[in-house]
């Protein structure tokens, strides 16, 4: 009897969302200033959502960051669907990324991640030197801040400046951070900190390689000199 073959046809999947590609990521400027009431009604919307805080800002708050250049913004075609904005604090030593919003149709497509990449790549090119951090009960934006080099870190490492730690009175777990002396809060607490980050992306010279194969060797030939000595020692007994 022949052997049959059989052959199966499958369709090809395309495993990125579309409609990401339509979607325009861009540092604000000031054909975008009228923008800024609908921003602060998406704001109040996601923050009653989540039930924790986005810290409440005003238009013209958000307008100045548009016109300093500290904010990016997402549309699809003339729809804005995305915004973040950069906050500095303690003489610019930190930075924030704050007031990340994504429009509740476009959740889930991977437009968080770019808003979020675009953000942390203009916040690294204007302050090179400053510490990036943030506070967040997202599990989304965790992920996201991870992929970027953030750590978690604890409270009392992020900046102490007092404007940043006003801005949570409008979340209405801000009583659990004064309770706690801002020790913890619900929020998780990450950084990505440029000097720590330089060295763990040192690539290390010839000589350093040598030396680390030659403590190589040396560990593994300790390791069978001991095997061959213990094996001897089980023979003569």
């Known amino acids: ?19 990401v590609m339509n979607f325009n990521v861009t540092v604000a400027n000031e054909d975008h200033l009228h923008y800024a009431e609908i921003i602060c009604q998406y704001m109040q919307e996601a923050a009653e959502q989540r039930g924790t805080g986005i810290a409440r800002r005003s238009p013209d708050y958000l307008r ?31 930075v ?19 808003i979020k990449k675009e953000i942390f ?3 690294r090119k ?19 801040n991870a992929e970027l080099g953030y750590k978690p870190v604890t409270f009392s490492e992020l900046t102490t400046d007092e404007a940043f730690w006003n801005g949570c009175q409008s979340c209405r777990n801000y009583d659990i951070l004064t309770r706690t002396n801002r ?23 010839k000589e350093q390689r040598w030396q680390r194969f030659k403590r190589f060797l040396s560990v593994n030939q300790w390791k069978a000199r001991k095997k061959i000595t213990n094996t001897f020692k089980a023979l003569t007994l």
Not at 64 to 74: D, H, L, P, Q, T
Not at 106 to 114: D, M
């Open 1 to 19: 009897m022949p052997a049959v073959i059989l052959r199966f046809h499958f369709p090809k999947i395309n495993l990125y969302n579309q409609s």
């Open 64 to 94: 100045m960051k548009i016109r300093e250049g500290k904010a990016v913004i997402a549309f699809e075609g003339d729809k804005i669907i995305g915004f973040c904005y950069i906050e500095t604090w303690s003489h610019e030593k930190y």
């Open 96 to 114: 924030a990324n704050s007031g990340l919003i994504v429009h509740p149709d476009y959740r889930g497509k991977g437009l968080g991640k770019l």
């Open 121 to 123: 790549k203009l916040s």
């Open 126 to 144: 204007k302050y090179p030197e400053a510490r990036l951090f943030g506070i967040t009960t997202s599990l989304a934006v965790m992920k996201i």
């Open 183 to 205: 020790s913890h809060c619900l929020c998780t607490g990450m950084m990505y900190d440029p000097e720590k980050q330089k060295k763990e992306e040192v690539v290390p010279d």
